[in-house]
């Protein structure tokens, strides 16, 4: 079974930073694309940031591009997302996610069928 636990979390202020991270176990990690969702209150759940599997190719929403920065570490099981230059429209409960097929980039929620179960990001203006 495949596990996912994000952590890095919290409250900070306009124009900050935080740095995510998702734990994986359960299977060959570098196998498989890993993904960042974020959902508000109120709103549906958004990608934020993709790496595809194997060599880590990153992908990105439009609002996040330029701001942040996703990277996984192969021999760690663990995927990060650097978050600078936050906003107030940022803040969420974040999540990671995993297919469970070799998909190379996914996007859609539903090519997602591991999730972990958030942190929440709080960005105060």
């Known amino acids: 079974q495949v596990q996912l636990v994000e952590s890095g979390g919290g409250l900070v202020q306009a124009g900050g930073s935080l740095r995510l991270s998702c734990a994986a176990s359960?299977?060959?990690?570098?196998?498989?694309?890993v993904g960042w969702f974020r959902q508000a209150p109120g709103k549906e759940r958004e990608f934020v940031a993709g790496i595809s599997r194997n060599e880590g190719t990153p992908y990105y929403a439009d609002s996040v591009k330029g701001r942040f920065t996703i990277s996984r570490d192969n021999a760690k099981n663990t995927v990060y997302v650097q978050m600078n230059s936050l906003k107030a429209e940022d803040t969420a409960v974040y999540y990671c996610?995993?297919?469970?097929?070799?998909?190379?980039?996914?996007?859609?929620?539903?090519?997602?069928?591991?999730w972990g179960r958030g942190t929440q990001v709080t960005v105060s203006s």
């Open positions: 996610a995993a297919p469970r097929r070799t998909v190379n980039t996914p996007r859609s929620q539903y090519d997602f069928d591991y």
């Open positions: 359960g299977r060959t990690f570098s196998n498989y694309a």
